[in-house]
């Protein structure tokens, strides 16, 4: 329904309400009249009526009209429709009503009729202010009371955002809380690693002089332990991409020579490097895996890994052969929950990553724009 309907419907209600209301009054001085005056009619009530209901309602529109403008233009009011309603009642009794056949004053009793005029229009005139200042007071009690209404939700909504904000708050501290409890909880697990990490710098040292060869590996062991305890330490949760290439190559390196070169690799890059980024040890987390749980002697079914660089997104593959009777690894599901976790964090709705687990190979695939 719509604010004019409304508007409309209201204002039919009141409107019928008068009616009613005048109806009634005209019964009432119909009775009152029959008492004096046996030979009274209700048609000659009512048309004796009705400029005093004009009265009634000129006076309510003048009252509002001048009421804005201050209490000299309150009283003038009063004057102006005395005065405009004399010069009409006068018309209507002398003129109308006895078109109609009603005579209400003869020409000779004039004095009658204003004196009738004068009392019926003061007794008019003080309904008229009477209903104005109930309707103003009305107004102001509702206009009252719809305002505290909306200081009462005004107040309301306040105290519920305030009750948010706790609870964010709450929460923000507890979030905190978390973070420096897993912090902990890292720096104590960092103690082995970093002592495993500073023992093979040591056999580094050593195996200078025995075997540059061996040196070498217990080099590229070192470098990938020193990227994955460095992992942990970006902000950002990203690394350039070269960064993740080149330890990438480096875990190929260790395990062609873990395995003498016995296993079937097939890997390449293509595109250019143009400030890509991925999350750290994203690449490796899969490769490394591939060694651990993939058929990798037929060379048939090589490990195949390939990334693909294009203009700010990444493109990563990597396929395996399983091992025969293998079974689901645990190890590899956290690895991939830990992966995705980790891409929600850096990568919000800017990565797509799927994982193909059928029964005699794995494919993995994942899509990353900067």
């Known amino acids: 329904m719509t604010y004019n309907q409304i508007f409309i419907g209201r204002n039919g209600v009141r409107a019928g309400v008068h009616i009613v209301a005048w109806l009634l009054y005209g019964c009432f001085l119909y009775v009152a009249n029959v008492l004096t005056k046996p030979n009274a009619t209700i048609r000659q009530v009512l048309f ?7 009265t009634f309602y000129l006076s309510i529109y003048c009252l509002k009209l001048y009421s804005k ?33 009603i005579i209400v004053y003869s020409s000779t009793q004039f004095e009658a009729f204003l004196q009738e005029a004068m009392l019926g229009y003061f ?38 955002n305030e009750l948010e904000n706790a609870q964010l708050k709450q929460q923000e501290l507890k ?14 697990a960092q103690i082995n690693p970093h002592f495993l990490h500073n023992t093979l710098n040591m056999l580094f040292s050593e195996a200078l002089n ?6 070498e590996n217990i080099l590229r062991l070192s470098s990938i332990m020193r990227y994955s305890l460095e992992s942990v330490e970006y902000d950002s949760g990203k690394v350039m991409i070269e960064k993740e290439l080149e330890h990438l190559q480096t875990l190929i390196d260790i395990n062609n020579l873990r395995f003498d070169k016995t296993k079937n690799i097939l890997y390449k890059v293509k595109g250019v490097v143009k400030g890509q980024m991925v999350p750290p040890l994203a690449f ?54 830990n992966l995705t976790r980790r891409l929600d964090a850096a ?13 005699e190979f794995y494919n993995f695939e994942l899509k990353i724009k900067n």
């Open 284 to 337: 490796i987390t899969i490769v490394e895996n591939a060694f651990k749980y993939g058929d990798l002697k037929d060379p048939a079914y090589p490990l195949r890994i390939e990334v693909e660089l294009k203009d700010k997104e990444v493109f990563f593959f990597c396929s395996n052969k399983k091992k025969a009777n293998t079974m689901q690894f645990s190890s590899f599901n956290i690895g991939i929950s």
């Open 175 to 188: 979030a905190q809380q978390e973070k420096l409890q897993y912090e902990y909880a890292f720096l104590r």
């Open 210 to 215: 025995y075997s540059p060869e061996l040196a």
């Open 69 to 101: 403008k201050g209490i000299i233009w309150s009283i003038a009011s009063f004057f102006i429709v005395f005065i405009v309603m004399s010069g009409i009642g006068y018309l209507y009794t002398y003129i109308v009503l006895p078109f109609w056949g």
């Open 123 to 160: 007794k008019y005139f003080s309904f008229a202010l009477l209903y104005f200042y109930v309707q103003v007071s009305f107004k102001k009690d509702r206009s009252l009371r719809i305002l505290q209404e909306e200081k009462f939700k005004l107040e309301m909504q306040k105290s519920q």
């Open 48 to 54: 004796y009526l009705v400029p005093f209901c004009l």
């Open 347 to 359: 990568f919000k709705d800017k990565y797509q990553m799927n994982a193909i687990n059928e029964k």
